[in-house]
């Protein structure tokens, strides 16, 4: 389950999150293309190094405001 704004309360899977920035490919190329954006960002790459698969609302906020909303 999500939140649509910047205020987020929910967890992201890491290819829900993914797919709202790539919606027209499958999850896991959505995840790899994610993925290459955020090792891109030195602030970001750490995230791609979680043993976990989903982004705490924090972490979702920090790509946000890294990224922009998708």
Request: charged content about 15%; some cysteine.
């Amino acid at each position: 389950m999500t939140s649509n704004n910047n205020s987020n309360r929910f967890t992201f899977g890491r290819a829900e999150l993914a797919q709202q920035y790539f919606p027209f490919i499958q999850p896991q190329s959505a995840w790899l293309k994610l993925k290459a954006l955020l090792n891109e960002d030195p602030v970001l790459c750490h995230l791609t190094k979680l043993k976990r698969r989903t982004f705490l609302p924090s972490e979702v906020n920090i790509i946000y405001q890294h990224l922009g909303q998708p």
